[in-house]
């Protein structure tokens, strides 16, 4: 059984810093494209960032919204995949999501992932 678990939400002040971690069982995803997306209230499901792990190299993309604030990284010894949330804004104010997918293409579409973890909150105060 296939579980992606997050971890990390909660309230900060705006300016302040989260780090969410994604750990994933029941199989490696070592070959997998894995993304973090996040749900605003009343919004859809929007796309953060994401990463591939080709072995040689780490390919990443981000949304313009959290470019140059957030940073992706993954542990793959350790099947985890984390989020660095820096100079967050309320606008951040969103349940986050780490997702995977059975390929490395990255892409930003969230219906091309095959497994979610259950979501994280995450509230910025003004």
Same mark, same amino acid.
Request: positive net charge; contains cysteine.
């Given at each position: 059984?296939?579980?992606?678990?997050?971890?990390?939400?909660?309230?900060?002040?705006?300016?302040?810093?989260?780090?969410?971690?994604?750990?994933?069982s029941g199989?490696?995803?070592?070959?997998?494209?894995?993304?973090?997306?996040?749900?605003?209230?009343?919004?859809?499901?929007?796309?953060?960032?994401?990463?591939?792990?080709?072995?040689?190299?780490?390919? %990443? *993309? !981000?949304?313009?919204?959290?470019?140059?604030?957030?940073?992706? +990284?993954?542990?793959?010894p350790k099947?985890?995949?984390?989020?660095?949330?820096?100079?967050l804004e309320?606008?951040?104010?969103?349940?986050?999501?780490?997702?995977?997918?059975?390929?490395?293409?990255?892409?930003?579409?969230?219906?091309? %992932? *095959? !497994?979610?973890?259950?979501?994280?909150?995450?509230?910025?105060? +003004?």
């Open positions: 059984q296939v579980q992606l678990v997050e971890s990390g939400g909660g309230l900060v002040q705006a300016g302040g810093s989260l780090r969410l971690s994604c750990a994933a199989r490696s995803f070592r070959g997998y494209s894995m993304g973090w997306f996040r749900q605003g209230p009343g919004k859809e499901r929007e796309f953060v960032a994401a990463i591939k792990w080709s072995g040689l190299n780490t390919y %990443y *993309d !981000y949304a313009d919204s959290v470019k140059g604030r957030f940073i992706i +990284s993954r542990d793959n099947n985890a995949m984390y989020l660095q949330m820096n100079s309320p606008e951040d104010t969103a349940v986050y999501y780490c997702a995977a997918r059975k390929t490395m293409l990255v892409t930003r579409d969230p219906h091309e %992932y *095959d !497994y979610w973890g259950q979501g994280t909150q995450v509230t910025v105060s +003004s």
